[in-house]
């Protein structure tokens, strides 16, 4: 008993034990500094709730002070200005230079690609926009279209409304034209009669050569040939057509499938009460090789 109380009274044993007491006061100190009791403003309000967290990746907790808070958002908005007004010169320079591709062709480049379209892609591309309209209306490329759609002739003449003007005038009294050949394959009476203009000047030249003056000769010539028994089909080629202002003209061949021809034929128009009315026809026997001699010495 007397070597176990000497040895637990011991120097050595005191000194571990006043370290082990030490340790444990300091910390408790330590928990009790970290809960400290919560500070208020002068208005109430807990001032801890009022730090508000940053949402950056550095260690600050949450807290930063005004100088930081000042320097990131200064940061931020240079950051929005670059990415907002940096693409603003590019567009001032696109709109400087030019917004169409149309506008930066060379004119005969414009009028060659345009010439590719039909007269109905014409019209629907001038309606699509002021730009498209404007390429559209260029009186070159309607003087292209025109000599594409019906001949190469009349490349001298010089259009008062233009020629766009011209090539609708043109395709509507070609469309008239082929109206008659419709009223003869249909035998119709009634319509040849409304066909022509209702005057005392008007003539018809048949392929046999006999003349018919006035209205009421030629529309009875026009009954006496719808009487044959024998139909007629033929083919309209090589039509050409020239407009004035309320008179126009077409010459074309007709080939048809009987011996008498083919023929060249030529029609008279003009404009009265809004409408083209026939005036003239000419039907002749076309002249071939072969069957010339013959036909000039039979004539």
């Known amino acids: 008993m007397e070597i176990i109380t000497s040895t637990f009274f011991s120097p050595q044993f ?42 950056c990746s550095c260690s600050c907790n949450g ?18 200005r670059s990415t907002l ?10 709109r400087g230079s030019g917004a169409s591709m149309m506008e930066q062709l060379v004119p005969e480049i414009t ?36 000599h594409k759609d019906f001949t190469w002739e009349q490349d001298s003449v010089m259009p008062v409304h233009g020629w766009k003007a011209y090539y609708a005038a043109t395709r509507a009294i070609v469309n008239v034209n082929a109206e008659f050949f419709n009223i003869i394959r249909e035998r119709s009476l009634p319509a040849m009669g409304h066909f022509w203009l209702n005057a005392d000047y008007v003539k018809c030249i048949h ?26 089909d033929f083919q309209v080629q090589d039509v050409k057509a020239r407009v004035l202002t309320d008179m126009a003209w077409v010459t074309m061949k007709t080939y048809i ?13 003009e404009f009265h009460n809004g409408r083209w009315y026939m005036v003239h026809h000419h039907s002749s026997v076309m002249l071939i090789d072969g069957e010339v001699d013959q036909q000039v010495v039979h004539a």
Request: net charge negative.
């Open 14 to 55: 005191f000194v571990v034990a006043v370290s082990t007491l030490l340790c444990l006061l300091l910390a408790l100190l330590a928990v009790r500094s970290t809960k400290s009791p919560k500070t208020t403003d002068g208005t109430g309000a807990d001032a801890s709730a009022k730090k508000k967290p940053c949402n």
């Open 63 to 80: 807290v930063v002070g005004n100088n930081h808070l000042e320097s990131a958002e200064s940061d931020m908005l240079e950051i929005e």
């Open 85 to 94: 007004v940096a693409p603003a010169p590019a567009v001032v320079v696109e």
């Open 111 to 146: 009028t060659h690609a345009l010439s590719y379209l039909d007269y109905p892609s014409l019209c629907r591309l001038s309606m699509t926009n002021s730009l498209m309209r404007k390429a559209a209306n260029d009186d070159n490329a309607w003087k292209a279209l025109y």
């Open 207 to 232: 392929a046999s050569g006999e003349l018919f003056s006035g209205y009421n000769s030629v529309i009875q010539s026009w009954q006496l040939a719808f009487n044959w028994e024998q139909g007629v």
């Open 257 to 269: 499938d009987i011996d008498a021809g083919p023929f060249n034929m030529t029609n008279v128009f």
